[in-house]
Nanobody, 117 residues
Framework: QVQLVESGGGLVQAGGSLRLSCVAS????????MGWYRQAPGKGRELVAEITRLGFTNYADAVKGRFTISRDNAKATVYLQMNSLKLEDTAVYYC???????????WGQGTHVTVSS
């Protein structure tokens, strides 16, 4: 089992920036990738960005060029730098980990990001 704790959300004006953090604990030696998902009101959860243990990254089209994912393997921490935020980025952001090829069923509590006009 892996425990995940997200932080860094808040209220920001459109065009602003936020940095999210997520610390993993537990069976972290089995983590092959870490990622950020988000769930906007009334919508399903979607993958925003992911990063492998070796540093390869992948982004959803909606955030390419604005968001940057990074990780500190030694601290089992993943970050999401969010710049040029848009109203449509408003959501609860969750981090998750991939064990082998499968994303974990263990989710953190999420962190709320609200972008205002």
């Amino acid at each position: 089992q892996v425990q995940l704790v997200e932080s860094g959300g808040g209220l920001v004006q459109a065009g602003g920036s936020l940095r999210l953090s997520c610390v993993a604990s537990g069976r972290i030696f089995s983590i092959s990738a870490m990622g950020w998902y988000r769930q906007a009101p009334g919508k399903g959860r979607e993958l925003v960005a992911e990063i492998t243990r070796l540093g390869f990254t992948n982004y959803a089209d909606a955030v390419k060029g604005r968001f940057t994912i990074s990780r500190d393997n030694a601290k089992a921490t993943v970050y999401l730098q969010m710049n040029s935020l848009k109203l449509e980025d408003t959501a609860v952001y969750y981090c998750n980990v991939r064990i082998g090829t499968m994303w974990s069923n263990d989710w953190g509590q999420g962190t709320h990001v609200t972008v205002s006009s």
